[in-house]
C-alpha cells in the first residue's frame, strides 16, 4: 500500500481536514482531498495526532511485569539480574514482541531500547513494524563473548533506512561500568555515529557512591570523562545540582524523565523546575515493565505533569501541551527522527483517537483530556511509516504473541 487517505479528521485546533499518507510521508493536508487511494480511513468523530516515541526502556522485561514489587533500586536491581540469567533467546524474542504489542497498543510507534540480546530484539522489532532503537547493553560484569558478540554486531549491523530501526551504544551506568568502559563505549558511538545511551543520577545513592570514589556528581564525572554531547541520551537525571543541570544543557544532552519508575522503585522527584531554568532538552521514557508496570505513554504523561505541580506547588507547571511534545516530537528529534508532527513532509507516524469516547466529551481541549483523562482504550488505530500497525483496536498476531509470553510465565 502506497497511499492512505484520511478523511474527515479532526486536528489538534479542532479544524477538519483530509490527510493524504504517500509513501512513508504526510503528503497533504487540507480539507476535501480529491485522491484515488490505496487505501481510505474515515476519521469522522476521530482526532489524528502524533505517535509517542518512548526515549527509555528495556522491551523484554514486559516477561518480568509484576516481579521484584516493594523494593528500591538496588535491591530490585539484583532481584531482576537474576531473574534475567533464566531468559532463553527464545524469551527474549516474545518479551520484546508483548512489549512492542503493548506499545503498539497504547500508542508508541518508537522505543529507545537496552537490553541483551540485541539480534532477537531485532527480529522481534522488524516482526512488528515498530521503529526502534536497539541499545547495546555494557557493563563491567558481561564475560568477553557477550563484549564480543556486541562489538561485532556494531561493526556488522546494516544502518540504511535508520529511521526505522538503529542501534545505539548502551553503557549501563557509573555503578556497572568503569571509566575504561565508558570510554570505550564514546569511541565505538563516535567512530560509528550512534547515539550513547545510559542511567544517570537515577537515585541519591549514585550520587553519594560518586561523590565518595570520585568527588564528583555523576553529571560532573561523565563530563569529566568527555562523553556527553548531543547524541547522549541519560535516562532518569533525578538527583542533580543546578551546575549537573547546567552541563547537561550546554551540552546539548536528551535527559529522559521516567517518572512512574522513579516513583515505584522510591528514587526520587524529577527536579523539574532545575530542568527548566537550565533549559535541558527533555524526552519521555517509561522505563521497563518491571519497575512501571506500564508500557502506555499516557500513564506516563499524566504521571509527569502532576509530579511536577505537586513537587513544585505550582499548578501551571508542565501543562498537558508540554509533557505532549516531549513524548512526541523532543523524543523523536534526539534520535534525528523527521516526525512527531503532524505536517507535510514529516514521517508518517499518527494516531487516530476516538473523540466519542467519554474521555474526550466535551471536546474544549483535545491534549488535555488525553493527558490527564484517557485510557488506551481511545486509541482507535496506529500508523507508523505510512503503514497501518493497528486498525480499530486489532493488531494482526495479537492472540498469538500473548499466547507465547503466557507459554514463559507457566
Ligand atoms: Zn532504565
Excluded at 474515515?42 to 516493594?70: C, Q, W
Excluded at 506499545?103 to 521503529?131: C, Q
Excluded at 545513592?205 to 570520585?214: F, G, I, S, T
Excluded at 516526525?339 to 507535510?344: H, L, S, T
Amino acid at each position: 500500500m502506497d497511499t492512505i487517505i484520511i478523511k474527515n479528521a479532526t486536528l489538534i485546533g479542532g479544524q477538519t481536514a483530509d490527510i493524504l499518507i504517500r509513501d512513508n510521508k504526510f503528503a497533504a493536508i487540507k480539507p476535501n482531498i480529491n485522491f484515488q487511494a490505496d487505501k481510505t480511513i474515515d476519521a469522522t468523530d476521530k482526532a489524528v495526532i502524533p505517535a509517542f516515541y518512548n526515549a527509555h526502556t528495556h522491551a523484554a522485561m514486559s516477561l518480568l511485569r509484576g516481579y521484584g514489587e516493594g523494593l528500591n533500586l538496588a535491591d530490585w536491581l539484583s532481584a531482576v539480574w537474576k531473574k534475567e540469567a533464566t531468559l532463553s533467546n527464545e524469551d527474549y524474542y516474545n518479551g520484546t514482541r508483548l512489549a512492542a504489542l503493548e506499545m503498539i497498543k497504547s500508542g508508541t510507534v518508537f522505543f529507545n531500547d537496552m537490553y541483551f540480546k540485541s539480534p532477537l530484539v531485532l527480529a522481534a522489532v522488524r516482526d512488528m513494524g515498530i521503529r526502534a532503537r536497539i541499545g547495546m547493553t555494557f557493563m563491567d560484569s558481561m564475560n568477553s563473548e557477550t563484549y564480543n558478540d556486541n562489538i561485532d554486531f556494531i561493526e556488522h549491523f546494516d544502518r540504511t533506512n535508520n529511521e526505522m530501526i538503529d542501534i545505539a551504544i548502551a553503557p549501563h551506568s557509573i555503578y556497572t561500568c568503569s571509566s575504561e568502559l565508558y570510554l570505550k563505549c564514546f569511541e565505538l558511538a563516535q567512530k560509528h555515529n550512534l547515539t550513547l545511551h545510559t542511567h544517570i543520577a537515577e537515585t541519591q545513592k549514585e550520587v553519594n557512591d560518586c561523590l565518595k570514589e570520585h568527588r564528583m556528581t555523576p553529571v560532573q564525572y561523565l563530563s569529566s570523562l568527555g562523553i556527553l554531547n548531543s547524541r547522549t541520551i541519560a535516562a532518569h537525571c533525578v538527583h542533580l545540582t543546578q551546575q549537573d543541570a547546567e552541563i547537561l544543557a550546554a551540552n546539548k544532552v536528551t535527559v529522559v524523565h521516567n517518572p512512574c519508575s522513579n516513583m515505584k522503585l522510591a528514587s526520587g522527584i524529577f527536579p523539574y523546575k532545575l530542568h527548566k531554568a537550565a533549559g535541558t532538552h527533555i524526552a519521555l521514557g517509561t522505563d521497563g515493565s518491571a519497575s512501571n508496570n506500564s508500557l502506555s505513554m499516557l500513564g506516563e504523561m499524566k504521571a509527569a505533569s502532576l509530579l511536577a505541580k505537586v513537587s513544585s506547588q505550582d499548578a501551571q507547571a508542565l501543562p498537558a501541551e508540554e509533557v505532549f511534545k516531549w513524548a512526541t516530537s523532543n523524543s523523536a528529534q534526539a534520535f534525528g527522527i523527521n516526525a512527531g508532527r503532524i505536517e507535510i513532509g514529516y514521517l508518517a507516524d499518527c494516531l487516530l483517537i476516538d473523540l466519542n469516547g467519554v474521555s474526550f466529551v466535551p471536546e474544549h481541549n483535545i491534549i488535555s483530556s488525553l493527558v490527564y483523562a484517557s485510557d488506551t482504550q481511545c486509541i482507535n488505530s496506529v500508523i507508523c511509516n505510512g503503514k497501518i500497525l493497528m486498525e480499530n483496536h486489532i493488531v494482526p498476531k495479537e492472540r498469538e504473541i500473548i499466547a507465547a509470553a503466557k507459554k514463559f510465565i507457566k
